[in-house]
Structures are given as structure tokens and as C-alpha cells.
């Protein structure tokens, strides 16, 4: 390769690396933060339409997230302190800790 070309190369990459990070500046001044999943490749395509719902116009985006908010299971439990700092009984963790990893 040319010294040129790497010029080139190192020039393209540094403003392709810019234009990444501004991206990502836009996106965290309207509040978005990158999420990566892994799924099977059916769902994939589910997904990225709930994702894009959910990114567009806040009626619809309001109107998935409601529907995804009842149908998924303990939608207000985010950490492990939320479960087990909790007003469960203990009968609720009985077995629990006694399992082999």
C-alpha cells in the first residue's frame, strides 16, 4: 500500500470514528442510550421494530410500551435489590439458595 493510500485510509477512519461519536452525543441529548441484545434471528426483526417504535412519535411509542409494561413479568423489578429487599415473605426464597451452580 502507498504511503497515500494509508493516508488516506487513517483520514477516512478518524472521520468515520468523528462521525460515530456525534451520532452518539445527538442520541444522549435526546435522552437515548445504546442497548445491544442478543436474540434468535426470528425475533430479530421484531425487535428492531419495537426499537424504532419506541424511538419514533411519542403516541404510538407510549402505546407499545404500555401494551410491553403488562405483558412482560415484573415490569418494576430492575435490580436484585428489588427483589430481595422486598416485602416477600421468606417462603418466597425458600430453595432458592440452596441450588448447585
Known amino acids: 500500500m502507498t504511503t497515500a493510500r494509508v493516508v488516506d485510509w487513517i483520514m477516512a477512519t478518524r472521520t468515520r470514528l468523528g462521525d460515530i461519536r456525534m451520532n ?55 435490580t436484585a435489590f428489588d427483589v430481595f429487599g422486598s416485602d416477600l415473605p421468606d417462603e418466597a426464597f425458600s430453595g432458592v439458595f440452596d441450588q448447585r451452580r
Open 24 to 78: 452518539r452525543r445527538r442520541a444522549a441529548s435526546r435522552d437515548f442510550v445504546r442497548v445491544e441484545v442478543q436474540a434468535s434471528r426470528k425475533d430479530a426483526c421484531l425487535i428492531r421494530a419495537v426499537a424504532r417504535t419506541l424511538r419514533g412519535p411519542a403516541e404510538p411509542a407510549e402505546a407499545v410500551r404500555s401494551t410491553l409494561e403488562k405483558a412482560l413479568p415484573h415490569p418494576d423489578v430492575n
